[in-house]
């Protein structure tokens, strides 16, 4: 998987290409369109962050407030065709689904760290030990009032 770098030079050099996608007429407008998906990714220095923990980005930036106002800044006042338009209604149907909001929220609220995953292992097997014992105790109870019978 490809990661996006981007450093100092990465404004004037995606700057200067997506001047040249505006000037040519039969260029593709690829370069815009990307810088500015990425525009609508990032709005604050946190969001920078967790592209860069998640390894979307790489960013050579001293910090990632500087990362951001360079992105932002990219895409001001430049109309765009989004050629991602499909990939980008995809991402937006999944994230306001119901599923991937649920399985987040019980994640970061009850498998934020190991103990909780240990804690839920050991109480699936006392559940299922239990369930075990209770169906011998039910047979053995069963068995043995029809042999008295």
Same mark, same amino acid.
């Given at each position: 998987?490809?990661?996006?770098?981007?450093?100092?030079?990465?404004e004037?050099?995606?700057?200067?290409?997506?001047?040249?996608?505006?000037?040519?007429?039969?260029?593709?407008? $690829?370069v815009?369109?990307?810088v500015?998906? *990425? #525009?609508?990714?990032? =709005?604050?220095?946190?969001?920078?962050? !967790?592209?860069?923990?998640?390894?979307v980005?790489v960013?050579?930036?001293?910090?990632?407030?500087?990362?951001?106002?360079m992105?932002?800044?990219?895409?001001?006042?430049?109309?765009?065709?989004? $050629?991602?338009?499909?990939?980008?209604?995809? *991402? #937006?149907?999944?994230y =306001?689904?119901?599923?991937?909001?649920? !399985?987040?929220?019980l994640?970061?609220?009850y498998?934020?760290?190991p103990?909780?995953i240990i804690?839920?292992?050991?109480?699936?097997v006392?559940f299922?030990l239990?369930?075990?014992?209770?169906?011998?105790?039910i047979?053995s109870?069963?068995?043995?009032?029809v042999?008295? =019978?």
């Amino acid at each position: 998987m490809s990661k996006a770098m981007i450093s100092d030079d990465s404004e004037y050099i995606l700057g200067n290409l997506i001047v040249y996608e505006h000037t040519q007429l039969l260029v593709e407008r $690829y370069v815009t369109s990307y810088v500015c998906a *990425m #525009d609508m990714l990032i =709005n604050t220095p946190e969001d920078v962050a !967790l592209l860069v923990k998640s390894k979307v980005l790489v960013s050579f930036f001293g910090s990632n407030e500087e990362a951001a106002d360079m992105i932002n800044k990219l895409c001001k006042n430049i109309p765009f065709t989004m $050629y991602y338009k499909q990939q980008w209604e995809e *991402m #937006d149907v999944y994230y =306001n689904s119901y599923w991937p909001h649920t !399985l987040a929220g019980l994640k970061s609220t009850y498998f934020n760290n190991p103990w909780s995953i240990i804690a839920l292992v050991a109480a699936f097997v006392l559940f299922a030990l239990t369930v075990v014992q209770t169906i011998f105790t039910i047979k053995s109870a069963y068995g043995t009032s029809v042999a008295s =019978n």
